[in-house]
């Protein structure tokens, strides 16, 4: 069996409170999205960085295995961010699993040029592109990025 890594940014390490139950922070909840990249799980992903600016939460998992192990491990996610170029197992394969899982369940697939076709998604983003991949979050939770939005300009006035 693989071993799990859980890069969770301020988000409860436990089975049920990465999403409805959320992170509560100033009276709001964040959105948290499970971000499954191809990257070494000793480096920081570019995806999980650009969307922890946005102030949504982020759980990474480095392959289709642990992305479905975690997923079971963390059943309340927003959704998911999955890479295109998966190794260990196809990303159409990743994301039908998940959705038998986890039915209704929103996935954004990055794609990345070379890798093959990735079927199942919701949304599809170009991987050069991290500002389509944040429009895109956005407009799956615009509710919980308006309050963000909101609290952040508080914070600046």
């Not at 499954?36 to 969307?51: A, C, M, N, Q, Y």
């Not at 963390?74 to 890479?83: L, Q």
Request: one cysteine or more.
């Amino acid at each position: 069996m693989p071993q799990l890594h859980f890069f969770v940014s301020d988000c409860p390490v436990d089975s049920v409170t990465c999403s409805s139950v959320g992170t509560s922070i100033w009276g709001m909840i964040r959105p948290c999205f499970l971000v499954v990249d191809r990257e070494f799980s000793g480096t920081i992903s570019s995806r999980k960085l650009v969307i922890e600016t946005a102030k949504f939460n982020v759980i990474t998992a480095y392959s289709g295995a642990e992305a479905l192990e975690t997923l079971a491990k963390f059943p309340a996610v927003d959704g998911v961010v999955i890479n295109s170029g998966l190794r260990d197992i196809p990303c159409t394969e990743v994301i039908a699993r998940m959705k038998v899982q986890q039915p209704g369940l929103r996935v954004v697939v990055v794609e990345s040029a070379g890798d093959g076709p990735c079927h199942g998604g919701d949304y599809a983003v170009d991987s050069f592109k991290p500002e389509d991949l944040l429009l895109v979050l956005r407009k799956m939770e615009p509710e919980k990025d308006e309050i963000i939005q909101e609290h952040e300009k508080e914070l600046g006035d």
